[in-house]
């Protein structure tokens, strides 16, 4: 990709549950962000749990935002908050 054009979609980001709080998920998430910004990609987007206020606010800290919501996106019928980033 020579221009900047491309949206890419993260499917999923998953922490151990006895490693969390360890800011394992904000160095993945820059990581990759570094490295697609290095690929000339446009844009970032990604589902997560409305309920899911920890990576709700992890994501909005990294330039995330919140752009809509799927009603019973969730196999168990919960919503999902699209986020998305563009990306400079």
Do not use: C, W
């Not at 900047?4 to 549950?17: L, N, R, Y």
């Not at 360890?22 to 160095?27: E, F, G, L, T, V």
């Not at 409305?50 to 709700?56: D, E, K, L, M, P």
Request: hydrophobic fraction near 40%; charge should be positive; avoid cysteine.
């Amino acid at each position: 990709m020579n221009e900047k054009q491309k949206t890419i979609h993260i499917a999923s980001i998953a922490v151990h549950p006895t490693r969390r709080r360890r800011s394992i998920a904000r160095r993945l998430v820059t990581a990759l962000l570094k490295t697609l910004r290095s690929m000339n990609v446009a844009s970032v987007k990604l589902e997560v749990r409305s309920s899911n206020t920890a990576a709700r606010s992890l994501y909005e800290t990294l330039g995330f935002r919140h752009s809509k919501t799927l009603k019973g996106y969730y196999e168990d019928g919960e919503d999902a908050a699209v986020m998305e980033l563009t990306l400079q």
